[in-house]
């Protein structure tokens, strides 16, 4: 062989080499992009034992609910590759695995066992058969109350309460002076955020957000009584800057002794429940979500989850991933270590037959009807043509709801009145729905 030849066989196998071994390095590190919730960040941190077990690292982007959407939602629609795992909700999953976007986790073997996970939180996440994300944990939404506020004022929270009795007790158990607010609901602007509490109040007061032939329906007499009885509310006896308060907001004022009652997602009872997180553990009592004129859709039907956008380029390690952090093997990994109150609810009924769990866990069985009774198909009281109790199953949905959330929150905060408010909010969703061919 000529030695320039060889040489250059030399330089060229090196170069191979060398690419070889940066492709297995990448091979071994997987970015997870997720939202700072308590669960998540439990996840987090055990992510050790999955890194000790596999070799596999994890890169964490952990992000605020609304950003951590906008930037998933933007890198899958692009197909920009930033992210191998991303957290997820019943809402996308199946939209996005329609369009091609997600990996099908239809493969993850027998031992992951598909039957254990509650029926309609497996169908949420799937598109005509196949699932699309990997169920961490489901809710519904309730009421949460303190049960030493109730005895001191010599009240008593019935097992079905309307929302006029809800505001009765706020009015009586508000007490800013010593920083103890009737109640506290969610305020910042989101279609996850304000929109999902929003949504099933106007389900319970009639409202409907299109009628069947898609018009938007936000100016309705149902939608104005709902939206005013809202920020009446929160503007009279909810904490100060409630414009502000999302889901983590409003967990903290309540876990902190701030509020008497918070009606949100019934994942937050184990925080709520956490001796080492909550200085009301002790002193909280669980109730079903308030209805004002009709049950349709006063509890909301949502899970996260976590799924593979097509462009990852490490789908095998990222499935191994998934297949870990949603088994049964997790839950009881995170009872065991972190404590079973905050195990991760509501998805498979291995969770449920778990004497530990039931014995930590006074809201378990309560959360689970709660979930298993949230009806996507009969959300409200009046025809509609879509899915979804908190949200609308149609793609346009999350620029629709967070328009919306946003001229709520301005009517919340003051800016704006809330016909104007409604009123523009009606115009903006009119005009998306012309321009995406739902109506003429």
Not at 5 to 32: D, H, M, P, V, Y
Not at 152 to 161: I, S
Not at 162 to 190: C, M, S, V
Request: aromatic content about 12%.
């Amino acid at each position: 062989m000529r030695p320039r030849l060889a040489f250059a066989l030399a330089i060229f196998f090196a170069i191979s080499s060398l690419l070889t071994g940066c492709k297995t390095e990448q091979a071994r590190k997987l970015t997870i992009a997720t939202v700072n919730n308590s669960d998540m960040i439990i996840m987090q941190k055990l992510s050790a034992r999955f890194k000790e077990k596999t070799g596999i690292d994890i890169e964490w982007v952990v992000l605020e609910e609304n950003v951590l959407r906008q930037r998933v939602t933007t890198d899958i629609a692009t197909g920009g590759g930033q992210f191998d795992i991303v957290t997820i909700g019943a809402y996308e999953a199946p939209i996005w695995g329609k369009q091609g976007w997600l990996a099908a986790l239809d493969d993850l073997g027998d031992d992951y066992d598909y039957s254990d996970i509650l029926e309609p939180v497996r169908n949420g996440f799937s598109y005509n058969g196949r699932m699309y994300a990997a169920p961490f944990y489901a809710e519904s939404s309730f009421t949460f109350y303190r049960t030493d506020l109730f005895k001191k004022a010599g009240l008593t929270m019935p097992d079905h309460p309307t929302w006029e009795q809800i505001k009765q007790f706020a009015a009586k158990l508000h007490d800013p002076a010593n920083k103890t607010y009737g109640i506290a609901l969610r305020g910042k602007p989101g279609w996850g955020e304000n929109m999902a509490f929003v949504t099933t109040l106007a389900n319970t007061f009639g409202g409907r957000w299109f009628d069947m032939d898609w018009n938007p329906q936000l100016t309705s007499p149902e939608w104005k009584e709902a939206v005013s009885f809202y920020v009446d509310l929160l503007k009279n006896y909810g904490p100060p800057g409630a414009s502000s308060n999302g889901h983590n907001e409003c967990r903290a004022l309540f876990a902190s002794g701030n509020c008497a009652m918070w009606i949100d997602a019934t994942s937050a009872a184990g925080y709520i429940f956490n001796k080492n997180e909550s200085k009301v553990f002790d002193k909280t009592g669980f109730t079903a979500a308030p209805i004002a004129k009709v049950p349709n859709g006063a509890g909301w039907a949502w899970a996260w989850g976590l799924a593979i956008p097509t462009s990852s380029k490490q789908t095998d390690a990222a499935k191994q991933f998934l297949k870990w952090a949603t088994s049964k093997e997790y839950v009881k990994l995170v009872g065991e270590t972190e404590g079973w109150t905050v195990a991760p609810p509501g998805t498979r009924k291995s969770t449920y037959d778990n004497a530990e769990y039931l014995k930590a866990a006074p809201f378990a069985e309560f959360v689970k009807k709660a979930i298993l009774a949230a009806d996507p198909t009969h959300q409200t009281a009046q025809p509609v043509p879509y899915t979804g109790v908190q949200f609308v199953a149609i793609p346009e949905f999350q620029g629709i709801g967070t328009q919306v959330g946003q001229s709520i929150a301005a009517a919340l905060s003051g800016q704006t009145s809330i016909d104007d408010a409604l009123t523009s909010a009606q115009g903006a969703t009119e005009r998306t729905m012309k321009q995406a061919g739902y109506v003429r």
